[in-house]
């Protein structure tokens, strides 16, 4: 079945430093990909999408690009902040068509003033 | 609120017991979802509405998961004769439409069963 396989936590970064938490799937079809974010004591919000091989979603200094050739997604930062310190979730929509959404285990962020 | 609500925020039961979870979702969201999240784990999905029907529940567990939105609007999560491998952070999420996968989500229900 479709799967998310994010790289394991937690992460800890010192601040203005760059980030890279690797993510890549397997799925049938054409999946959407995205990645969510939980601030510590709020609900998962959506950060970035992209729906199409090639597209790049971008949010707040963060990007990831679709590749469909190595089934992956990778979020990516130039310059953390304290305030990036939450957990991020790969995830993808499942095959044929379905409208839920399958999520990777997710990755804790912490940065360092 | 403007946001996806959920109660009770924290509920402890015995095993055996029932439960309800209650989600109210963003005014207007047609679609309505429920997952849980266990401990160092993703949200695993358990059922999506759109408006009252249930369109797929293909990841409840069992049948004791039931889950109902009688009037397309707040849905309620039951749990009957509950086990102590149910006890999770039970989300809810809503969005526009079932096609509009931005969800927006609450802050969970943690259930712990003793």
């Known amino acids: 079945g479709d799967s998310v396989t994010q790289m394991e936590g937690p992460v800890t970064l010192s601040e203005e430093a760059f980030l890279t938490i690797n993510c890549t799937y397997t799925a049938t079809g054409y999946p959407s990909l995205f990645w969510y974010v939980q601030y510590p004591g709020e609900g998962l919000q959506l950060l970035l999408k992209?729906?199409?091989?090639?597209d790049k979603g971008s949010n707040k200094g963060f990007e990831a690009t679709y590749r469909k050739e190595t089934t992956s997604f990778h979020l990516e930062k130039g310059s953390v902040q304290v305030s990036d310190s939450a957990v991020y979730f790969c995830a993808l929509t499942g095959s044929g068509g379905s409208e839920k959404l399958v999520f990777g285990k997710g990755t804790k962020l912490t940065v360092n003033p | 609120g403007a946001g996806v609500s959920q109660t009770p925020s924290n509920k402890v039961t015995e095993k055996g017991k029932y439960v309800e979870l209650r989600c109210d979702p963003i005014s207007g969201h047609t679609a309505l979802y429920w997952y849980r999240q266990s401990l160092g784990q993703g949200p695993e999905f358990l059922i999506y509405?759109?408006?009252?029907?249930?369109?797929?529940d293909s990841g409840l567990p069992n049948d004791r998961f039931f889950a109902v939105r009688p009037e397309g609007s707040v849905s309620t999560l039951k749990i009957q004769r509950t086990e102590r491998g149910d006890s999770a952070v039970y989300l809810c999420?809503?969005?526009?439409?079932?096609?509009?996968?931005?969800?927006?989500f609450g802050e969970g229900s943690r259930l712990t069963v003793l």
């Open positions: 509405f759109q408006g009252t029907g249930a369109a797929d």
């Open positions: 992209a729906t199409k091989a090639d």
């Open positions: 999420a809503s969005s526009l439409t079932s096609r509009n996968l931005e969800l927006f």
